[in-house]
């Protein structure tokens, strides 16, 4: 039985971003209502290409991960929009830079970085049971191989292999050593832009089949988890037969009485309880500056800044004392490494966008004024000039700051699991279902992933009703 007054459906998707804009779309190919709530005033999620002076730009997800094994790519390749090329390989040999001018590739710092991560995997393997942060790995491998590297290579390795932090949005003190490898199914592809595979999911969508602007606070499973019931802050009630729950991971783990915190009941299984607890959240930002002409070197499509070891870091490592950490409440420029597109070479576009990771995102995301002061005298090293023009435009990320997002995606701590994360969000809670780039190993972090997770919940869904499935579970 219904609850009087509320709105009934099939499904509830909770959440539109890509995965339930395409757990949406599959529900539609096969007939099945549903209405989809999203709290912002827009679809997309951490989707989101905004326009410059200079053009647009994707502030959030910017490429097609995984090019050898991402359906969305394979998708997008069949498709012909008359728009122009859909994508951009972007990766040419990168420059490497610190604040001194130009890395030399001599140094052979990308050979030794690649061992250092291959060091990293094999002391996890030595024991499954136990992890410890990136950081303290790398400081391991480096006291053990000091005699083998020189005392430049030494200080200069924690440099370059702290790029990391730019793939998982946070530092290296903070980042797993178990689960910080890398091992991409094919290559990257920069998107031209997002906002074309939005388009084209959103454009098929009933304007009657989703509302914006329509945050909930509860999600009730009801006659013994026959129906669910959704409560919006609006105080409207939205009834259905199952609810896919596409919220961010960082939105689910908000306590109660915190603005934001969506109340289970029953309470969610302890599987999913217990995950939350231990999984974390990175902050992966951009900002983006705009110029009236280019005034910096073209003959590299990116640039990578490497942060300055700490100081008395070599003297630590070669004298086995305990090495000092990165410090400070406040970022310091060239404390952390950062990554810049060189739109002047790949788009003929006198802009750059720069990628930061947590705490750098969370300080210019909250201080937006700060942002080209902080990477000023990183784009003079770049530009090898010490005079260079005031951006003309300047756009930050907003992603920490946004409260139905509280950061970029998925991170791994020391002692963070996400397999069993992913397990307890596939096995879901009855008819309560759950998506998102958090819910996959595959793809984790990811726009396909998200994706792909939300056609697996609808095909569930599916599944379930065209077999009778009620959802009955008194779990």
Same mark, same amino acid.
């Given at each position: 039985m219904s609850t009087p007054g509320a709105v009934s459906t099939d499904v509830i998707i909770i959440g539109g971003g890509i995965a339930g804009l395409k757990a949406a779309l599959t529900l539609q190919d096969n007939d099945i209502p549903y209405i989809l709530l999203e709290a912002q005033d827009r679809l997309g999620g951490r989707l989101k290409t905004v326009k410059g002076q200079n053009g647009k730009y994707d502030i959030g997800a910017s490429w097609f991960h995984e090019t050898l094994n991402n359906a969305l790519f394979d998708e997008e390749n069949t498709l012909d929009d008359g728009k122009g090329p859909k994508w951009f390989y972007d990766d040419a040999p990168i420059r490497v830079i610190d604040q001194h001018g130009e890395v030399s590739p001599m140094l052979k710092l990308g050979s030794i970085s690649n061992e250092i991560v291959r060091y990293v995997e094999m002391e996890c393997y030595k024991n499954l049971d136990t992890d410890m942060s990136f950081h303290d790995t790398m400081v391991q491998y480096l006291t053990e191989r000091k005699h083998l590297l020189s005392d430049e290579q030494i200080s200069r390795a924690i440099e370059y292999v702290r790029s990391l932090e730019l793939w998982?949005?946070?530092?290296?003190?903070?980042?797993?050593?178990?689960?910080s490898p890398i091992d991409p199914e094919g290559r990257d592809a920069l998107a031209l832009n997002y906002d074309r595979v939005l388009a084209r999911h959103v454009n098929r969508l009933d304007n009657s089949s989703f509302k914006l602007s329509t945050p909930i606070t509860s999600i009730e499973r009801l006659n013994h988890g026959r129906n669910v019931r959704v409560t919006a802050k609006n105080g409207t009630l939205y009834e259905a037969k199952y609810c896919i729950v596409t919220v961010p991971q960082s939105v689910l783990q908000?306590?109660?009485?915190?603005?934001?915190?969506?109340?289970?009941?029953? *309470?969610?299984?302890?599987?999913?309880?217990?995950?939350?607890?231990?999984?974390?959240?990175?902050?992966?930002?951009?900002?983006?500056?705009?110029?009236?002409?280019?005034?910096?070197?073209?003959?590299?499509?990116?640039?990578?800044?490497?942060? *300055?070891?700490?100081?008395?870091?070599?003297?630590?490592?070669?004298?086995?004392?305990?090495?000092?950490?990165?410090?400070?409440?406040?970022?310091?420029?060239?404390?952390?490494p950062i990554l810049a597109?060189?739109?002047?070479?790949?788009?003929?576009?006198?802009?750059?966008?720069?990628?930061?990771? *947590?705490?750098?995102?969370?300080?210019?995301?909250?201080?937006?004024?700060?942002?080209?002061?902080?990477?000023?005298?990183?784009?003079?090293?770049?530009?090898?000039?010490?005079?260079?023009?005031?951006?003309?435009n300047?756009?930050?990320?907003?992603?920490?700051?946004?409260?139905?997002?509280?950061? *970029?995606?998925?991170?791994?701590?020391?002692?963070?699991?996400?397999?069993?994360?992913?397990?307890?969000?596939?096995?879901?809670?009855?008819?309560v279902r759950f998506a998102g780039e958090h819910t996959v190993l595959e793809g984790a972090g990811c726009v396909h992933g998200a994706w792909n997770s939300g056609k697996r919940e609808a095909n569930y869904i599916i599944e379930h009703i065209k077999t009778g499935y009620t959802g009955l579970n008194f779990g």
């Open positions: 998982h949005g946070v530092d290296v003190q903070r980042l797993s050593a178990k689960y908000i306590p109660q009485g915190e603005t934001g915190h969506i109340s289970f009941t029953p *309470s969610l299984p302890k599987p999913i309880r217990d995950s939350l607890k231990t999984m974390h959240f990175g902050a992966l930002g951009k900002v983006i500056l705009e110029f009236d002409e280019t005034f910096w070197p073209t003959d590299h499509e990116r640039v990578l800044a490497l942060a *300055s070891a700490p100081k008395g870091f070599l003297e630590a490592i070669k004298n086995g004392t305990e090495v000092p950490k990165i410090s400070g409440s406040v970022p310091q420029t060239w404390q952390y597109l060189n739109f002047a070479t790949s788009f003929s576009k006198p802009s750059l966008v720069v990628l930061t990771q *947590s705490p750098v995102t969370d300080f210019l995301e909250a201080n937006t004024d700060k942002a080209w002061p902080y990477l000023k005298p990183i784009i003079q090293t770049m530009a090898k000039k010490t005079e260079i023009p005031t951006p003309s300047v756009i930050v990320s907003d992603w920490t700051q946004n409260e139905f997002q509280r950061g *970029s995606y998925t991170a791994c701590y020391p002692g963070d699991d996400p397999a069993a994360c992913v397990i307890a969000f596939e096995s879901g809670f009855g008819n």
